[in-house]
């Protein structure tokens, strides 16, 4: 089997689990496009569709397909977002944003900025959105992403791709527009964890539990103490 067919049974997969996952046409598009093959390491890419997360180097991982899926469903990326993720990684979570908010072609293409604490991780990730064809959608900082990206918000939507002590961290709560969308998980440094989908309602934010989850831990000003 290639990479291509085993992309389109993972995505079946996941489309006809029990719990949804996978419901909305252009994340299922989204995922059978970025080819996640190409963000993870050489050794590991003979794994990289089977629903589970991988080691990226740098003690980190990409997370599991099901919850790359579920994460934009839950955001309702659409085209023209502007988008913050912390916690690049391998930045393929960061490609599949790019796909939803600015497809080829758009006319109005959003962008998605994202931002990773590990230096080597960065350049790997620059190097992996480049190569598979979102480097001009993606722009991948260097950073505490605790402290958001200032420089380009409000954004519509922010993706916490690391477990954060709390629900958010305020300079993330400052960075969402007004009817924004902020999806993070939080909870323990190493287990228990939830994940989290917040609205932004004027100075309200209204915060709803989806599950349980284990992630790395978020490390910065107002994360866990590395
Ligand atoms: N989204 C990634 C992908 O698609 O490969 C996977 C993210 S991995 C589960 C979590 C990442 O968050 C790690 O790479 C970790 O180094 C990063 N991280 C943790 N704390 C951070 C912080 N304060 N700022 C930026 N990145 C952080």
């Not at 918000?153 to 477990?163: E, F, G, H, M, S």
């Amino acid at each position: 089997m290639n990479f291509e067919e085993k992309r389109k049974k993972l995505v079946n997969n996941l489309k006809n689990r029990d719990y949804p996952v996978l419901t909305k046409q252009e994340v299922i598009n989204a995922m059978l496009t970025v080819p996640r093959h190409l963000f993870v390491p050489k050794d590991a890419e003979s794994s990289a569709y089977i629903d589970s997360p991988l080691c990226i180097g740098s003690g980190q991982t990409i997370s599991a397909p099901h919850m790359n899926a579920m994460m934009c469903e839950y955001l309702e990326l659409k085209e023209g977002d502007k988008v913050l993720e912390v916690g690049t990684g391998s930045g393929y979570h960061a490609a599949l944003c790019a796909e939803l908010v600015a497809p080829k072609g758009s006319t109005n293409p959003g962008h998605v900025y994202t931002i990773e604490r590990h230096k080597d991780l960065v350049k790997k990730a620059k190097i992996n959105l480049k190569e598979t064809g979102y480097g001009n959608r993606v722009t991948v900082i260097l950073g505490d992403g605790t402290l958001g990206y200032p420089e380009e918000a409000p954004y519509d939507k922010i993706l916490v791709t690391a477990a954060s002590p709390k629900k958010i961290p305020p300079p993330l709560r400052e960075q969402l527009k007004d009817g924004g969308i902020l999806c993070i998980p939080a909870g323990s440094k190493s287990f228990s964890q939830d994940l989290y989908i917040v609205k932004k309602r004027g100075e309200d934010f209204d915060s709803k539990r989806i599950t349980g989850v284990r992630f790395v831990p978020l490390i910065g000003k107002y994360g866990f103490e590395s």
